[in-house]
Nanobody, 115 residues
Framework: QVQLVESGGGLVQPGGSLRLSCAASGSTFSIYAMAWHRQAPGKQRELVANIRSGGSTNYADSVKGRFTISRDNAKNTVYLQMNSLKPEDTAVYYC?????????WGQGTQVTVSS
């Protein structure tokens, strides 16, 4: 089984930056892709970015050029560097991992962009 723990959320002013971390533990060898999603109040959860085992990445149009997903295989950790944050980026951010046994989700971390 795989466990995920997110960290790095918080309150930031518009235009600021945050870096989210998602640390995986357990059967990490089974993970073939990881992703960040977010869910704002009253809205559906949406994909923000993903990264596959080969290193390829995809981003939602709304975050392209501002967010960067990366990973440190030695630490079994995926990061989401968020720059030029906007109030509309306010949401709970969730990490997930795709495995042959299903998709595993973390508990989420709150990001609030406000002056």
């Amino acid at each position: 089984q795989v466990q995920l723990v997110e960290s790095g959320g918080g309150l930031v002013q518009p235009g600021g930056s945050l870096r989210l971390s998602c640390a995986a533990s357990g059967s990490t060898f089974s993970i073939y892709a990881m992703a960040w999603h977010r869910q704002a109040p009253g809205k559906q959860r949406e994909l923000v970015a993903n990264i596959r085992s080969g290193g390829s990445t995809n981003y939602a149009d709304s975050v392209k050029g501002r967010f960067t997903i990366s990973r440190d295989n030695a630490k079994n950790t995926v990061y989401l560097q968020m720059n030029s944050l906007k109030p509309e980026d306010t949401a709970v951010y969730y990490c997930n991992a795709a495995t042959p046994y299903g998709v595993i989700w973390g508990q989420g971390t709150q990001v609030t962009v406000s002056s």
